[in-house]
């Protein structure tokens, strides 16, 4: 069994952290180790993404090819939020729960304008849009 403990000490108040890292691959060095396990969150927080945000605990499906088909939505609406995130410089937000409140926020401003009737399209704004769904959001930049 290898071993790895990576010590983190803070720069500002000094207190310091220990993590242990274990594999049965004797083969693999530290850095390995490190690579792995930080690829290994980093699928673990994408799984509980889709879970939480996206309906992966929800499909009530037993049949394989169903099962495929949910698993594989999850997964590509987390990956579409993440790159959504990206592409517009946090103005979404910088979590799962703010794009999800972004664009439910732009849909409920769109259809509460849409009952203004004829003058909606003078109120329509983007930028009354942009400022209500940002009001709801968690983590703005």
């Given at each position: 069994?290898?071993?790895?403990?990576?010590?983190?000490?803070?720069?500002?108040?000094?207190?310091?952290?220990?993590?242990?890292?274990?594999?049965?691959?004797?083969?693999?060095?530290?850095?390995?180790?490190?690579?792995?396990?930080?690829?290994?969150f980093q699928i673990e927080f994408n799984f509980?993404?889709?879970?939480?945000?996206?309906?992966?605990?929800?499909?009530?499906?037993?049949?394989?090819?169903?099962?495929?088909?949910?698993?594989?939505?999850?997964?590509?609406?987390?990956?579409?939020?993440?790159?959504?995130?990206?592409?517009?410089?946090?103005?979404?937000?910088?979590?799962?729960?703010?794009?999800?409140?972004?664009?439910?926020?732009?849909?409920?401003?769109?259809?509460?304008?849409?009952?203004?009737?004829?003058?909606?399209?003078?109120?329509?704004?983007?930028?009354?849009?942009?400022?209500?769904?940002?009001?709801?959001?968690?983590?703005?930049?």
């Amino acid at each position: 069994m290898s071993v790895v403990i990576i010590r983190k000490t803070s720069v500002s108040s000094g207190k310091t952290a220990h993590v242990i890292l274990f594999s049965s691959d004797l083969a693999l060095g530290w850095e390995k180790v490190v690579d792995y396990y930080r690829l290994r969150f980093q699928i673990e927080f994408n799984f509980r993404d889709a879970k939480q945000y996206w309906g992966l605990e929800d499909f009530m499906v037993v049949k394989e090819a169903k099962v495929r088909n949910s698993a594989c939505f999850s997964m590509f609406m987390v990956n579409m939020a993440y790159a959504l995130i990206a592409q517009n410089d946090g103005k979404v937000g910088r979590s799962m729960h703010d794009v999800k409140v972004w664009f439910l926020a732009r849909k409920q401003v769109q259809e509460t304008l849409k009952l203004c009737g004829e003058n909606a399209e003078r109120i329509f704004i983007n930028e009354l849009i942009d400022k209500i769904s940002m009001k709801f959001m968690v983590n703005t930049s």
